[in-house]
C-alpha cells in the first residue's frame, strides 16, 4: 500500500527523470539485448505469469466484469508467445536514436544538422490489456525514453508480475532499473499525479476509451498524444472505378468492427448511388450490417434491401465501432470533403476515383491524418505503413501525427560544429 | 469596445477556423502575392502608421514606460522598411506545404508517404514591439496557417494601424480576410480565452518574459510552443585550443548581452584554468562584465584582475541577461555535462576540445536543442541555421525544438495511394 500518493509519484518521476539521462546514451546493442532478455525472461516466468493472472481474472469475474473486458484481460500461453515475438520485432528495428540529418555548411562557416534524440520521460496510461505493459515499454526502450506505466486496477496482478520480468532483463543487461517503472497502486490520484508533473514527464500517452483519454487531455499539464475518434469515410466518386468502390468499401466496413480505421460513413457521388448502393447494400446486409441513409440512398437502395433506416444528424459524427453504417449521397467531390473535414474525427479518409485532378484535390483537401485513394481505410496503421510497431495513433497535429512509430517518441536537437566560429 | 469577451473571441477563432481551411490549399504564389501586397500597403500607409505609433508612444511616455520599453515599441522609418523587407525575404523562402516525402511501396502494395501541412489556427501572444505583427503574420501565412494575434495593450494603436495594411493585401490578392485576425480589445481575459479554445486554436506561440510565459503554460488547454530560459554553457576541455576557447567564449558572452543563447556560465577544466582565465578575465573586464567564480576560478583569476565575486548557488541557474558570468572549475567533462544538464535550461551549449572522442560524447549526451563543438553559442539562430526565418526558440521537446521556421508551423499526413486496395 502507499499512504502518500503525491511524494510516490514524486519519486517515480525524479527516478525515471535520472533513469531518461542514461537511456539517452545507451548503446542500440544494450538496448537490443535487454529486451532480448525480457523476452527470456517473460519465457521462464510464463508459469508465474499465467497464476498472477488467474488472480486478475478471478477478481474480474467476482466485481463481475463483462465478458469483452476479461476476454481483453486474460493472458494465455499464445498471448505471452505474442508479447515474446514483440520484444524481438522491436528489437529488429533499426533504432531512431543518434541518427544525424542534414549536416549543411552555412554561410557564417559553421556546419549545422539534427541528431535524433529520445523524449525523456514517457508516461503510458492504459486500461485492461496487460500486453500493453510489454508493448509500450519495448518501444519506449527502443527509443531511449525513460517509462512510467499505469495500467488498468483490474489487471495489477498481471502487470506487476510482467514487471518483474522487465526488471529482470534490465537488471541482466546492467540498464538503469528506473527506466521502465510500474505504477504499484491502483489509486486514480495517481494518475492525477502522474499527468500534472512537467518537471519529470515529458510526454503522456493515453490508451483506452474516449472518457479516459477526454479527462487526462483536459487535466493534463504536460502535452498528451491522444487518439479520440476513428470517423472514418470512404467516398465513392463519381469517375470512380465501381468495382474497385464495392470492394473498398465492403472491406473498410467490414473487415472489423471495432477498430478506429474502420469506416463509420460511406457517402457516394449521386451519380453513381444507382448503380453501386443495391448491390453493395445487399452485401453488407448478409454480414449483418445495420445500414442508416440519407433520402437519397434510401431511395437508391429501397428495391434491393429492405430495413434501412433514415440516417439522423447525430449519425453523421458517430463512431459506431460496430456493424453499422451510415451512407449519404453527395452532389460533388466539393461537398464530400466539406463533409468530412465538419463531421469527420480527421483521422483516416479516402476517396475512390479514376480522375486525377480530383485525387490531388482530395488529398489536398482532406484535413486528416491519413488521406488515401483507391485504398481501404484500413490500412491506416503502424504496421501497415512500415513503421514496425505502434503505440497508438494521434489525432493531434502537433508533434506526431497518425499512426505513432518508434519516431514519434523521439525529438530531434540542433548539432552544430565549427572551428572557432564567433558570431560578426 | 467590446462587451462580451467570451463571445468576442469565439468568433474570431470560428472565423480563423473557416480561413485556416481556405488557406490550407492556397497556392504559393497567392501567398507570396498576398505577402507583396502587404509589403505594398505598410509602404503606402507609412505616414499612418508613424501616426498611430505616436499615440501609443505619447500614451506610453505618460503612462511612465522605461526608455528599454519605449524604444521597444516605437516604429521608425527605418523599423517600417525592415518589416517591408523581412514581408519580401518571406516570400522567398520556398514553401513548405504540399511537400510529399518518402512515398514507398508496402509488402501490402499500397504506397505510403507523408505530405506536410499546415497546423491549423496559430494564436500568438506577444508584448510591445509592434514589427512582431508582421513578422507572425507573414509566417504563418506563408506556412498556409491562419492566425490570431494578440499583441501589447501598449501597442494597440500601431498593431491595428498594421492590422489595416494586412486586411488590404489580403483583400487585394482575394485572400480569407479571417486569415490574419487582430484581436481589438486590451481586456486580459482575451488571452485567457484565446489559449483555451482548442476546438479554434491549434497552437499558442507566445513571446515575451517569462513571467508571460510561464502564466500560459501553466494555463493553456492547447499546445504552447515556448521558450522559457536561455541559460547556455561554453565548456573549455583541456584537450580544446585554448586560443580558439578564449575567442569563443569572449564571443559568446559580450557579443550581445541580451539574447537568450547568449553564454551566462562558464566552465573550464581545471587542467587550463591558470592558462586560460587570467587573460580572458581581463578580456571581460575591459567590458566592463562582472566575473563571479568558484573558488578554484577565483584562485585561477587572482593574480591577472580583481573583483572577483564568489559565485553561490544561485549563480549557476541564473539567466543574467546583462554583463554578467559566472564562471566554474570542473575536473572532467563527465562533470561539465551533468552541470550543463543539472543547471541549464537545455538551450544551447558549446565544448572547446579537439578531441574527437570527447566531441561526439558532448554531442551525444548534453541535452539541449542545440550542442555546438567549438562554436559561439550566439550561433543560435534561425537565420544563422538557415531556416530563413525566425518565430522563436523552443526549449521544449515535443513538436519542435531550438529555432524555429516555417516547418515549425506545420504537421505532416500520411498520404496513402492504391489501386482497390482492400485489407486481408
Given at each position: ?226 487518439h479520440l475518434d476513428g470517423i472514418c ?26 477498430t478506429c480505421c474502420t469506416m463509420e ?54 463512431e459506431?465501432l ?22 469527420g474525427s480527421?483521422h483516416t ?28 481505410t484500413?490500412?491506416a ?12 495513433v494521434?489525432t ?29
Open positions: 500500500m502507499v499512504s502518500n500518493i503525491k511524494n510516490y509519484m514524486a519519486e517515480l518521476g525524479s527516478k525515471a527523470r535520472r533513469a531518461s539521462r542514461k537511456m539517452a546514451s545507451a548503446s542500440t546493442q544494450q538496448k537490443n539485448q535487454t529486451l532480448f532478455a525480457i523476452a527470456k525472461h517473460l519465457e521462464l516466468q510464463s508459469e508465474a505469469l499465467l497464476n498472477a493472472n488467474k488472480k486478475d481474472m478471478n477478481a474480474g469475474v467476482e466485481k463481475g466484469l463483462d465478458a469483452a473486458l476479461l476476454d481483453r484481460l486474460e493472458l494465455t500461453p499464445a498471448r505471452i508467445d505474442s508479447m515474446i515475438e514483440g520484444l524481438k520485432q522491436v528489437a529488429s528495428l533499426s533504432d531512431p536514436i543518434g541518427e544525424i540529418n542534414g549536416m549543411k555548411y552555412m554561410p557564417s562557416g559553421i556546419q549545422v544538422g539534427k541528431m535524433r534524440v529520445p523524449l525523456g520521460v514517457i508516461g503510458i496510461i492504459y486500461e485492461s490489456r496487460p500486453n500493453v505493459t510489454i508493448d509500450a515499454a519495448s518501444l519506449c526502450l527502443k527509443s531511449g525514453n525513460a517509462t512510467i506505466l499505469r495500467g488498468g486496477s483490474e489487471a495489477l496482478h498481471s502487470n506487476q508480475a510482467i514487471a518483474a520480468c522487465i526488471y529482470a532483463g534490465l537488471e541482466e543487461i546492467g540498464m538503469p532499473l528506473d527506466a521502465v517503472q510500474v505504477v504499484s497502486t491502483t489509486d486514480r490520484e495517481a494518475v492525477g499525479e502522474l499527468i500534472t508533473m512537467p518537471e519529470f514527464v515529458d510526454v503522456i500517452i493515453p490508451r483506452g476509451g474516449k472518457g479516459l483519454i477526454e479527462r487526462i487531455s483536459r487535466d493534463a499539464k504536460v502535452p498528451v498524444i491522444k469515410h470512404v467516398y465513392v466518386d463519381d469517375r470512380g472505378d465501381l468495382e474497385k468502390a464495392a470492394k473498398v468499401a465492403f472491406n473498410a466496413k467490414t473487415q472489423r468492427y471495432g460513413t460511406l457517402l457516394v457521388h449521386e451519380a453513381v448511388a444507382a448503380d453501386l448502393l443495391p448491390s453493395l447494400a445487399a452485401l453488407y446486409q448478409e454480414q449483418n450490417v445495420e445500414l442508416r441513409g440519407c433520402p437519397k440512398t434510401i431511395a437508391a437502395i429501397a428495391g434491393a434491401v429492405e430495413g434501412v433506416i433514415a440516417a439522423t444528424e447525430e449519425d453523421w459524427s458517430t459506431y460496430a456493424p453499422v453504417l451510415s451512407i449519404k449521397c453527395v452532389d460533388s467531390m466539393d461537398t464530400a470533403i466539406e463533409h468530412i473535414n465538419q463531421y480527421h479518409d479516402s476517396i475512390i476515383t479514376e480522375d486525377y485532378t480530383r485525387s490531388r484535390q482530395f488529398i489536398t483537401e482532406v484535413d486528416s491524418s491519413s488521406v488515401m485513394v483507391n485504398v481501404s484500413r490500412f496503421d503502424g504496421f501497415e505503413y512500415g513503421l514496425g510497431a505502434e503505440i497508438g494521434s493531434d497535429k502537433i508533434h506526431v501525427r497518425g499512426p505513432v512509430g518508434l519516431e514519434g517518441l523521439t525529438s530531434e536537437k540542433y548539432v552544430v560544429l565549427g572551428d572557432g566560429h564567433i558570431r560578426q
